[in-house]
């Protein structure tokens, strides 16, 4: 009865023995095999006769030669390596025949020639080696022939020297997961040392509750054993560190860092706050920090907008939004050089669309598609998220926690420190460790000096310094300027930038619902009124779902004037004055005015008005000596500080009717007369006077 027998695999390089002939393998078919033929060049010889042939063998399969691993072999001490490399050249005589050393056309020494197989060669060898005062089986042979064949030169090497040793010693494995779960625990509580942490091992390893594996009680190590062991698993974590960079390291990413591919300007925008590591002069003698809320393109690391604030609200966000799709006008001091007309910008092209950018200095102006911010009160808010509509751009908040999902505007506010900051009077460094001796003593800048100097190191430096995002695929080593990039991704993509016009600013401020009364409108016991509110007093908006007030807009860091929609008109906006501008001329926010407000909680308004410019006028002045006035009249510290914030902040957005309303414009304040004393005038009684009347 015959046996199914399955014919054996063949390959070019292999050789067999057909027709009393040792032949090599130079061709294989589906059907036939050519052979090496001492007669003729070669032979074709079909699959089905070659394998029925009788005496027909595959005495020799090439094995493939492995790379040697000269890394690994760095390792090894130099006589490991050198008793490896004789070995190898044993075994290479046992696998082809021949020595690695020997010349073309050198004929195999008896017992490794043709027809002798890989084990009798290794018999051959292991007798030489005895021969030669080695004592080596033929079964150490084969076991060196199989390890070659497998890691290479690396194979054959002594591993005693280099053998790899436990990652934590002898430690019981149940004290490394029970030290891991301790420092796990430390990660969002406050900063403890070491000692905290081998004592709260010991207290995971004796809860009643713990899985014991194989029910042994674990083997409790030597305390510097236990310091060396949580050497190794804190690591980088910072658990005895700082919390902050724990909780950063801690909460990241576990996936390798993505890359968002961006081919446009606009297409993704990234915004973000945080304190500006510098003090600034905020008014006489008045020294405090400012926020820093910027926004950078990604596609062109473009600096879009930096605005500078004592304190970040929603409205500064807004705010930023509408500069960044605003030109940057060139401003008196500016050099000629940094006009958009003398940059790369495809200017000429750009002009056609708006001629603002005739004077405009060399900043694109970029629309955004897509915002992507954290969840701080300011961007979540709901004033900037309906900016976003307004502007119809894609809101899109990261994860918390995640601050690396904006990785872009984290290491633009960082560059700003670096490259921007640190050169100017009164750096405080990034933390208390790195701040000098009294630099709020320094020549420091006021805000609106130091904002004009960051919009035009923006121009100047930021917008011409090379990227190293921004390199040339084909030539990496080339490096492209932000500016050089917009240009490009224009000509690619032919990106066309659309402006806001001087009604888009008022849109982007914060909205209040109000009535229009004859007096005007009252906003936080203010009261504006201009003469075109004349249509609208006493009258309903239309509005029902506001119950028929009117849409009042108002910058909170410019009191003197409110936007009103005119809702039975063209939906335009009107301007309307406070009333008592003429007592405080200088723009000043909710900041002071809730600053007095609490102080004469029951004041009227008028008080109120002028309280507020009485302390701006203290605080202007600065502290006056103590020889010629009494402790009671000095401004205290809190109200020069109050006043100055309020300073620093400048109006943010343009005024449809910049000059005010003329019978407000004429007015003038009184001449002081010089006073004896103070009279506090006492009211007459009147009875026909209405008691519920409201003044």
Known sequence: MGRLRRPPALGVGERVRFDGQVRGVL??????????????????????????????????????????????LETFPPEAVKQALRVESHILEVIHGLPPDAEPGTAPRPGYGPGTSVT????????????????????????????????????????????????????DPAVVDAMRQAIKEAVDTSTRNGAYLIWRTGEILRQPDREEGDGREPAWPSRPTLYRLLAKLTTGTHTTGSAVTRRSKAHGAAAPFGELTVSAPGEVVQIDSTPLDAMVRLDNGVVGKVELTAMIDVATRTLSAAVLRPSTKSVDASVLLARTVTPELMRPGWVDA???????????RLLSLDERLEHAAAKPVIVPEAIVCDHGKVFISQNFRASCRFLEIDFQPTHKGAPFEKGHIEKMLGSIATLFTQFLPGYTGRNTDHRGRSPEQENLWSLPELQDLLDEWIVAHWQNRPHEGLRDPDHPGRLFTPNQKYAALVESCGYVPVALSGQDYIELLPAAWRAVNAYGIRINNRTYDSPELGPMRRQGSGVTAKRGLWEVHRDPYDASR?????????????????????RSPVPFGDLAWDHISHQLPKATEEELAEAVAALLTRAHAGPVPAAKSSKKDKPSKNDRRIAARTRATAPTAPPLQPEPPEELASEGPAEDEETLAEVIPLGLFDPLEDPWRRS
């Open 120 to 171: 009798s060669r290794q018999r051959q060898k292991a007798t030489e080696l005895n021969e030669a005062g080695y004592t080596v089986a033929a079964k150490t042979i084969g076991n060196w022939r199989r390890r070659y064949a497998t890691d290479g030169l690396v194979g054959l090497a002594d591993h005693r020297p280099v053998r790899k040793r436990p990652e934590y010693g002898t430690v």
């Open 338 to 348: 940094l006009k958009m007309s003398r940059s790369v910008l495809p200017h000429r």
């Open 562 to 582: 409110v936007w009103v929609r005119d809702h039975r008109g063209d939906g335009g906006w009107v301007q309307a004055t406070w009333k008592y501008l003429n």
């Open 27 to 72: 061709q294989v078919t589906a059907q036939a095999v050519v052979l090496e033929d001492a007669e003729e060049s070669h032979r074709v010889v079909a699959l089905i006769d070659l394998f029925e042939a009788d005496g027909f063998e595959v005495l020799f399969r090439p094995e493939r030669m492995p790379l040697p691993a000269s890394g690994l």
